[in-house]
């Protein structure tokens, strides 16, 4: 993790979605669908990866193989359980709701 910055856009289109850049403005290996999706980045912030041991919401040994491998890395911050549509799908079908961590887990 030793001098890894990392560039933090949120979107304008979707609440709570942040896209995690391993260069800044460096979108071309983001899949084009999840950028549709996603909807126009805006940057928010930069930070050095190797300074913030215990970050918000993501692991940071998470976060560096990510950005490693793919060189990008999304996060989706979940409220509650009324706007985690994936659980709303496991009740419907009558199956248990599934802890954040599972979550994650589906969009990685």
Same mark, same amino acid.
């Given at each position: 993790?030793?001098?890894?910055i @990392?560039?933090?856009?949120?979107?304008?289109?979707?609440?709570?979605r942040?896209l995690?850049?391993?260069?800044? $403005?460096?979108?071309?290996?983001?899949?084009?669908?999840l950028?549709d999706?996603?909807?126009?980045?805006k940057? @928010?912030?930069?930070?050095?990866?190797?300074?913030?041991?215990?970050?918000?919401?993501?692991?940071?040994?998470?976060?560096?193989?990510?950005?490693?491998?793919?060189?990008?890395?999304?996060?989706? $911050?979940?409220?509650?359980?009324?706007?985690?549509?994936?659980?709303?799908?496991?009740r419907?079908?009558?199956?248990?709701?599934? $802890?954040?961590?599972? @979550?994650?887990?589906?969009?990685?």
């Amino acid at each position: 993790m030793a001098d890894r910055i @990392v560039f933090v856009y949120k979107s304008l289109a979707k609440t709570r979605r942040f896209l995690y850049l391993a260069e800044k $403005d460096a979108f071309a290996r983001v899949p084009s669908a999840l950028l549709d999706a996603f909807g126009p980045p805006k940057f @928010v912030m930069m930070f050095a990866l190797d300074k913030h041991k215990d970050l918000p919401k993501v692991k940071p040994e998470e976060l560096e193989k990510s950005l490693a491998e793919k060189g990008y890395f999304l996060r989706i $911050d979940l409220v509650s359980e009324e706007e985690n549509l994936l659980n709303e799908e496991r009740r419907w079908r009558g199956l248990p709701p599934l $802890d954040q961590e599972k @979550v994650r887990d589906f969009f990685h």
